[in-house]
């Protein structure tokens, strides 16, 4: 799966620039959040006789004007810290309760009741202890995917001690931004201090995507110039996408690394194209969704085009355009070149979203009476793990979703991708969010159209002399989103079509660590990246500067 960690200074989600829903699309699936029962586990379960759990917040004088958003509630035990949110290592600590909010002006306030929009569960259950708890307003609903960004409101962590659930209604202001954390003001800086010799961000306006959406609608990318960069010459480009949660300074961050690479001598001189593919409802995968727009059309035909033009060095032949990323940038690009062999000369995915739904995330989607909480056994269906401990399962990370908001999260970016949009313009859910069961007719959608082993099989007669030895897939077997298990069952449908897939499972290492050769936490993008060039340079003899 797709990594899902977000606390702050998280690195192991991906991202780009903001894509605006339609106003339309939003009203409806915030429409849907309000009037939908609330997930069975979200839901209060007090006792027979309780008092309801309210907590009071108003706006600070500090706020110029009204706001909007889902208001956020964050609450644990202890005191003393600077920040309440969510761990995925502790991932039911917090507690977490919600609700929107309308235009809340300055000086006024608004009651939550913590017992009715909850995760892990109502308020009223906690014991008297000494607690500490902090407001957020998320003003744009991108906390799913971005945790706390710069436009929105916050107040300070108010300890409780020795508190008693519905005791008291504690009042918390909001009167703050939120602070970047390091990683996001490097990011920035290094945003607005890059030179132009190293990289340059390139903006394609998209026809396709902007009919689709009905306003206007760039792809957007890093391009990470080759070191000795001449126009005359020609290199090898290599497409790179990033994993949930990533952005487009994100991209540019790891490009800039890539580059001090390519200036080291570890990796050939090569473009990288550092692709952005987030929007508000998560990650678009670079594919053609009835929910996000024809990305991946979009790419192909439009942005790639515009770019070689801009760029005559490009090498501009299918064997000189390779693609690397990694989860649901793994993901991505293994779908690319599954759909577009004819423009890609070869992936290196890494630790790739599910491939073969027989095996999404631990859930055989295609078994009669298929459960995405449980499995057969009854027992819950873990999707997070660590040194063999499960963190999460996939029904507490779907409950959470639920209570920080309608969209964004990854779950629900599943939805946006790769199922059917509903009357409502919001996408069909894959399984009842209460129950975890399976909708087949759904289902059935998601294989013919995004179950890449069947998409293989299926257009294999016609693609297969562009597909044969060009698929590369390296994931770890403890994968921390347990994304092995699908590789295995891919693998094994390649094999069957002669495919000469190049499948490896580095022993021990989890999603966040793959990449780590020695003491090289990012090792293997030189290995990958020497790969890349000998199918774009055949008998080059090219070798790293540090085996010389």
Not at 257 to 273: I, Q
Not at 370 to 395: K, S
Not at 413 to 441: L, N, Y
């Amino acid at each position: 799966m797709k990594p899902y960690l977000r606390t702050a200074g998280s690195t192991l989600r991906g991202t780009t620039g903001r894509i605006a829903l339609a106003a339309a699309a939003v009203a409806a699936i915030l429409l849907l959040s309000l009037t939908s029962p609330a997930p069975r586990s979200a839901q209060a379960q007090p006792g027979p006789a309780h008092t309801p759990v309210l907590f009071r917040v108003q706006a600070g004088t500090a706020l110029a004007a009204p706001v909007s958003g889902r208001l956020l509630l964050f609450l644990k035990q202890g005191s003393g810290d600077k920040s309440v949110d969510t761990d995925e290592f502790q991932f039911e600590d917090a507690f977490v309760a919600a609700r929107e909010v309308h235009n809340l002006a300055p000086g006024q306030s608004v009651e939550l009741n913590a017992d009715e929009a909850a995760f892990p569960r109502a308020f009223s259950t906690l014991k008297p202890a000494d607690y500490e708890i902090q407001a957020v307003l998320d003003v744009d609903h991108t906390y799913n995917y971005r945790g706390r960004e710069g436009a929105d409101w916050q107040s300070d962590v108010l300890p409780l001690p020795a508190w008693t659930p519905g005791s008291s209604q504690p009042v918390l202001t909001l009167d703050r931004h939120p602070e970047q954390t390091a990683r996001q003001a490097a990011a920035t800086e290094a945003a607005r201090n890059v030179s132009p010799l190293v990289a340059v961000q390139e903006s394609v306006p998209s026809a396709l995507l902007t009919a689709f959406w009905g306003h206007p609608i760039a792809v957007r990318a890093w391009v990470i110039l080759p070191p000795g960069y001449k126009a005359a010459d020609h290199y090898p480009t290599a497409y790179w996408t990033h994993g949930f949660g990533g952005s487009l300074n994100y991209a540019l961050m790891t490009g800039l690394a890539l580059h001090k690479r390519m200036v080291d001598g570890l990796m050939p001189p090569m473009f990288w194209v550092m692709l952005g593919e987030s929007v508000p409802q998560g990650t678009h995968e670079f594919a053609d969704s009835l929910n996000d727009g024809p990305w991946g059309s979009a790419l192909t035909t439009e942005f790639i085009p515009a770019l070689e033009r801009k760029y005559p060095a490009m090498d501009a032949r299918p064997t000189g355009r390779l693609l690397n990323g990694h989860s649901s940038g793994g993901w991505a690009t293994l779908q690319l070149q599954i759909n577009y062999p004819h423009i890609f000369g070869g992936t290196w995915s890494t630790s790739p979203d599910p491939s073969d739904f027989h095996n999404f995330t631990n859930t055989d989607l295609y078994a009669p009476h298929a459960n995405l909480y449980h499995q057969p056994d009854g027992t819950p269906t873990p999707i997070m793990r660590e040194h063999g401990q499960v963190l999460a399962t996939f029904e507490q990370i779907t409950h959470l979703e639920d209570v920080l908001g309608p969209y964004g999260g990854q779950v629900s970016s599943f939805d946006w991708v790769f199922s059917p949009r509903a009357a409502t313009g919001a996408p069909e859910p894959m399984f009842d969010h209460q129950t975890g069961e399976v909708h087949p007719a759904i289902v059935a959608y998601w294989h013919d159209h995004y179950d890449l082993a069947h998409l293989v099989e299926a257009h294999w007669a016609e693609r297969a002399s562009l597909l044969t030895g060009r698929l590369h897939l390296v994931v770890g077997t403890a994968d921390t989103f347990y994304l092995d298990g699908s590789a295995h069952l891919f693998e094994a449908r390649l094999e069957a079509l002669h495919a000469q897939p190049h499948f490896t499972y580095l022993p021990g290492r989890t999603h966040s660590d793959l990449y780590r050769v020695g003491t090289d936490r990012s090792g293997l993008s030189n290995q990958i990246a020497a790969e890349m060039y000998a199918v774009a340079r055949p008998g080059s003899g090219w070798k790293p500067r540090t085996s010389e």
